[in-house]
C-alpha cells in the first residue's frame, strides 16, 4: 500500500443499460468534489451493437463481440480527450491520475459470473492514464454480488444527510440505507428490482425503435395503470422480493424474455391494448417494486427521506408514482441537495478508481455479501509508465 494516497483529479464512468450514453466524471479525490460531469452520447452504431449484444436471443459471432471490446473504448478515448482540451484545456495524461472504467454489463449472474466489454488496455494506452476496470469479480470471488457497489459512495455522500435512503434508478434499481446508527440501522444495500429497464424497452416498443428511453414519462402520463395485473406481477416476483439481502439482479431476469411476457400479459387482459397503458402499468409495476422491497426489509419509523438518483429520478411520471406510494417518506431528487442524480454512478468509479489506485481495500461486505474487503479493480498502465 502507498504510504501516501496520491490526491488529485480521478476520471469516472458509467453506460447504463438504455445504452443512450456514457456518463463521465471528473472528480477531485479524496474530497470527491466533482470539477465536471457529463452524457457523451453513443454513436447510432455503437448503440446498435450495445443493444444487440444486450439481448439474451443474439446470435452474433464471437468477432462481433471482440471487435466491440476494441471499439467501446477507443471512441471513449476520443471523448476524454475532446472534454479534457474542451473543459480544462489539457491533455488526459497532465490532468487525471486514474480513470475508473467498469465497462458495460453483459451478463451478471452471481455467484458464477459476471461480464463488462471494454478493453481496459486500449483506453489506457491511448489516454496515457492508468485505468481500473472490472470492478466486480473481485467481489464475487470472495461470495459477494458484485452489485450493487454505490452503496460505498452512498455512505460517502449522504453522510451530512443521514438517516435516509438512496435509490438509485437505473436500468436496475437499487437501495442504500445511510445510518451511522448501527445498532438499530446496519449497512445495506441491494437491488430492488427494475428500474428503467422494463420502461425502456416499452418505450422502444411504442416509437418503433426511434427512442430507448420514455422522454420525461410523457408516454407513461398519456396512460392508465392496471393495478389488477401489477398484483399478479408482484406475486411472480416473489422468488426475488423475498430472498433477504444482499441479492443483486440483471437483465437476467428483466431483459426481452420477461418483458414479452409482460407484453403478453396485459394483450390477455385487454384485448384492445393501448400501449400507453402498458408502460404506464410498468411504471407503477417498478414503483411498486420498490416500496415492497423498502416495506420488508427497512426498519420502520427510522427513515423520513428518500433520495432518487439515475436515469429514473428525470422520470416526473415515475417520481410521482413513488411519491404517492411511500407517502411516509419525504421523496427528493438528489439535485435538490447539490449531488447530481445523473452522475453519481460515474463519480462513484471514480472514487473507486481513487482508492484502486493507491491500493486502499474497499469494504463492500455490507452490501454485496463478499467475506472480505478487496482491492477493487485490475490496473492497466499505459506503456510510457
Same mark, same amino acid.
Given at each position: ?36 460531469? $457529463? ?23 464471437? @468477432? ?15 471523448? &476524454? ?6 473543459? +480544462? ?6 490532468? &487525471? ?29 491511448? $489516454? ?23 452503496? =460505498? ?12 435512503? =438512496? ?19 446496519? /449497512? ?33 402520463? @398519456? ?7 401489477? %398484483? ?8 426475488? @422480493? ?40 410498468? $411504471? ?13 426489509? &427497512? ?23 413513488? %411519491? ?6 419525504? =421523496?427528493? &431528487?438528489?439535485?435538490?441537495?447539490? =449531488? ?11 472514487? +473507486? ?19 472480505? /474487503? ?12
Amino acid at each position: 500500500m502507498n504510504q501516501t494516497p496520491l490526491p488529485g483529479l480521478y476520471l469516472g464512468m458509467m453506460s447504463g443499460t438504455s445504452c443512450d450514453g456514457l456518463d463521465i466524471a471528473f472528480v477531485k479525490e479524496p474530497e470527491s468534489k466533482v470539477e465536471f460531469a $457529463t452524457t457523451a452520447p453513443f454513436p447510432p452504431l455503437l448503440q446498435e451493437q450495445l443493444l444487440a449484444l444486450s439481448d439474451p436471443g443474439w446470435k452474433g459471432h464471437t @468477432s462481433h463481440l471482440a471487435k466491440l471490446h476494441f471499439d467501446f473504448p477507443k471512441w471513449a478515448a476520443t471523448e &476524454i480527450e475532446r472534454l479534457c482540451l474542451t473543459y +480544462f484545456h489539457s491533455t488526459p495524461q497532465k490532468l &487525471i491520475r486514474a480513470i475508473g472504467f467498469p465497462g458495460h454489463t453483459l451478463a451478471h449472474n452471481p455467484p458464477d459470473y459476471t461480464y463488462q466489454i471494454g478493453n481496459p488496455a486500449i483506453l489506457a494506452n491511448l $489516454t496515457g492514464v492508468p485505468v481500473i476496470s472490472d470492478f466486480r469479480s473481485p467481489d464475487i470471488l470472495f461470495g459477494g454480488q458484485g452489485a450493487p457497489l454505490l452503496g =460505498v459512495y452512498h455512505q460517502k455522500k449522504f453522510e451530512p444527510h443521514q438517516p435516509c435512503l =438512496v435509490q438509485n434508478i437505473g436500468g436496475i434499481g437499487n437501495l442504500t440505507l445511510v445510518s451511522t446508527d448501527v445498532s438499530s440501522s446496519p /449497512p445495506l444495500s441491494f437491488d430492488t428490482g427494475p428500474g428503467n429497464m422494463l420502461i425502456d424497452q416499452a418505450a422502444l416498443l411504442i416509437s418503433k425503435g426511434e427512442l430507448h428511453f420514455d422522454n420525461s414519462g410523457k408516454f407513461a402520463s @398519456s396512460g392508465k395503470i392496471n393495478h389488477s395485473i401489477i %398484483k399478479k406481477w408482484l406475486k411472480e416476483e416473489e422468488d426475488y @422480493s423475498k430472498r433477504p439481502p444482499p441479492k443483486s439482479t440483471g437483465k437476467e431476469r428483466y431483459g426481452h424474455t420477461r418483458f414479452k411476457q409482460m407484453l403478453s400479459d396485459f394483450r390477455d387482459s385487454k384485448k384492445n391494448i393501448n400501449q400507453f397503458d402498458f408502460i404506464a402499468t410498468l $411504471t407503477e409495476f417498478t414503483a411498486s417494486t420498490i416500496r415492497d422491497q423498502i416495506e420488508r426489509f &427497512i426498519p420502520k419509523n427510522h427513515f423520513k427521506t428518500l433520495f432518487a438518483c439515475g436515469g429514473g429520478a428525470s422520470n416526473p411520471f415515475l417520481m410521482s408514482r413513488l %411519491k404517492n406510494d411511500l407517502p411516509e417518506y419525504e =421523496v427528493k &431528487i438528489t439535485d435538490e441537495v447539490g =449531488v447530481s442524480s445523473s452522475s453519481l454512478e460515474a463519480e462513484a468509479f471514480a472514487y +473507486f478508481s481513487y482508492l484502486s489506485l493507491n491500493q486502499i481495500p474497499i469494504d463492500f461486505t455490507p452490501f454485496t455479501g463478499s467475506r472480505q /474487503p478487496t482491492i477493487a479493480g485490475s490496473v492497466s498502465y499505459p506503456n510510457h509508465i
